[in-house]
């Protein structure tokens, strides 16, 4: 890691929201070989991705709806939006490494969602135990390889040192690249 930083904090995931206890109850998991499956039969289920949108724009499961998270915080009000029908029909959650999906779940159900499962282990558990099918791009990862491919290594992506964002090669050569300064999505945040 580039710069560490130890700190107390309330929530290990920031949602902000006191009566959502995962260590009191959560949805069940549903094993990376047994999504595989469902996929393989194309059964009928939503496939919802809880992750940030700098997260699904390096890659994501096909057929997933990407809430275009801003930050986890906006999960609560981004699944409200969701059709009504789909509180009735089996839905599988997932995120990098399943410990986002332990809250969101517990949302999902609080908000009446009935047939809830969490994909054990997330993105980087379904890369471990099966060959990666129906995965799209790469995984963003919160270490210093910025995104993994999915047999785990790491990819092309670098993130900017001024907003985090990660950034691809293309990006890299952009004229709104410079190295440790700003990306392109510095210079479109300075637009506004």
Known sequence: FRRM???LKKEIIALGLDEVRPSEFTAPNITPKEFK???DKNEDVVILDTRNDYETKVGIFDNAIDLNLSTFRDFPNAISDLPEEYKTK???MY???GIRCEKASVVMMNAGFENVKQLEGGI???FEQTDGS???GDCFVFDQRVAVDTELNETEYSMCFACREPLTKKERRSENYKLDSYCPY???K???
Do not use: D, P
Request: glycine share 8%; net charge positive.
């Open 5 to 7: 930083l130890v700190r």
């Open 37 to 39: 499956n469902m996929l």
């Open 90 to 92: 089996q839905i599988v």
């Open 95 to 97: 995120c990098t490494g």
């Open 124 to 126: 980087l558990g379904y």
């Open 134 to 136: 129906y995965w799209k």
């Open 186 to 188: 510095c210079a479109e």
């Open 190 to 192: 300075n637009k506004s």
